[in-house]
């Protein structure tokens, strides 16, 4: 694991972003593994900016997203697919029908998660994939469990997420209380991924990602096992290492 320091929030938005354009510029044609939560918004901002400097094209790029509230319709501005648009795609040149996310209308769960694997498995995989990092260790959807799940599956989100999401609905009930995510396997066939993290409330987590045990109840430790992966943070997230 690669840890680069970052002074603030900006700083962090500004390093992951300058990744994400050096592989776009790499490789034009790639597929990029995206992710949601307010951590990666500003390095979202960074790329959007990019493209309107002219710096980033982003008409060969494919998207495949790690994770979508189930039972929730895509207007719904909660919905990952509004916050994709929202933040990145209505932006940039990017081709719409090359933009992926689980199908979270689908109320037949093992249908929607076979046909997520299969589209990322067309799209050959992800050459990176953009992780945020929850409070208690999920990337993804994956919560902390007895096992590391491998494909796309429907998941009930825990206590703690819920709340921690609740603020972005109008009540507790409002709060979806399943997603479909991508599995640990499909996360760790990416070629490279990003961990974007930030903030004090996450420095005790990311010690454990980082310096603690590989276990399925910290989810992202598995991270440690993969063999290019670069964590940028800033100094508030980093305080404890
Ligand atoms: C959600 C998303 C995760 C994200 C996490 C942390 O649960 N499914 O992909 O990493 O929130 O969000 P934040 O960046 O807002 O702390």
């Known amino acids: 694991m690669r840890i680069i320091r970052a002074k603030d929030y900006d700083d962090m938005s500004r390093k992951a ?17 995206l992710a949601t939560g307010s951590t990666p918004i500003g390095t979202y901002k960074e790329l959007v900016a990019a493209y309107e400097n002219g710096d ?17 319709t895509r207007e719904n501005d909660q919905s990952y697919y509004y916050f994709m648009n929202d933040n990145l795609f209505s932006k940039v040149n990017i081709r719409k029908d090359y933009t992926f996310l689980p199908d979270g209308m689908e109320p037949d769960s093992k249908k929607a998660c076979e046909e997520y694997d299969a589209i990322i498995e067309k799209v050959g995989g992800q ?26 599956h429907c998941v009930d989100l825990t206590e703690s997420t ?15 209380k399943q997603a479909y995510t991508m599995g640990i396997k499909t996360i760790m066939q990416a070629k490279k991924i990003l961990v ?40 508030d997230a980093l305080s404890l290492l």
């Open 17 to 33: 972003a300058n990744i994400i354009a050096a592989q776009i510029t790499m490789k034009p044609d790639c597929v990029l593994g």
């Open 56 to 72: 980033l094209d982003f008409s060969q790029i494919t998207t495949v997203n790690l994770d979508e509230y189930k039972g929730i």
């Open 162 to 176: 819920i709340l921690a999401n609740q603020r972005f609905f109008a009540s507790y009930d409002d709060v979806p």
């Open 196 to 235: 974007v993290v930030s903030g004090k409330d996450k420095a005790a987590i990311l010690k454990e990602v980082v310096e603690g045990p590989v276990t399925p109840n910290v989810q992202a430790s598995v991270l440690q096992l993969h063999n290019d992966v670069i964590i940028v943070a800033d100094e």
């Open 127 to 152: 050459d990176l994939q953009l992780l945020g990092l929850g409070h208690n260790g999920h990337i993804g959807f994956n919560e902390p469990a007895e096992v590391f799940k491998y494909g796309t």
